[in-house]
């Protein structure tokens, strides 16, 4: 059976709470339990209420959270700018082959038609979730990105063919 609050109690909760404890740290210094602690703050007309402190708390946690979502937004844009500039650059390609599996690389002026689908694959992800997390300003948003990534994947598929035409000099 708990033990009856007795004055003692009251005048911890009371110099507690005055000294700006929160519930919990007073329940744990006085051995009693949170919410013998919320009786007795009741009955000397003592509330824990932190209804402005929380508010704050909150809006500086949100207004933080839009700080990084906007710095990883940026950066998702800087890696999509980089994957965009991999598609047109001489690359090293290489492959284990022949009959005793022998280690080959092979110099190619860009990445083979399925690399350079691939690394548009991976710039459009980039760009994808870089908009997610900060929408661009204008209206359109994605739309245009989807429509510039499309005008993009429809030159690759020209310069396939263009490969092909020359026998596919370049391996791709």
């Not at 390609?93 to 280690?103: H, R, S, Y």
Request: with cysteine.
């Amino acid at each position: 059976m708990a033990r009856p609050i007795d004055d003692r109690d009251r005048e911890q909760v009371h110099r507690l709470h005055t000294a700006g404890r929160s519930r919990n740290d007073i329940a744990r210094a006085i051995n009693r339990s949170p919410s013998t602690v919320s009786k007795i703050a009741a009955a000397l007309g003592l509330t824990f209420e932190r209804g402005p402190e929380v508010v704050a708390a909150t809006e500086a946690r949100r207004i933080d959270l839009a700080g990084r979502r906007a710095l990883l937004a940026e950066q998702l844009h800087t890696d999509a700018e980089h994957l965009r500039a991999q598609l047109w650059e001489p690359c090293t390609v290489g492959a284990f082959g022949g009959k005793d599996n022998v280690w080959s690389k092979t110099r190619l002026d860009r990445p083979t038609f399925g690399d350079q689908r691939q690394i548009l694959a991976a710039a459009g992800t980039a760009i994808e979730k870089s908009l997610k997390l900060s929408p661009a300003e204008g209206g359109e948003d994605a739309a245009q990105v989807r429509s510039m990534l499309g005008a993009l994947g429809e030159a690759l598929t020209q310069a396939a063919a263009d490969d092909t035409d020359d026998g596919g000099a370049d391996g791709g």
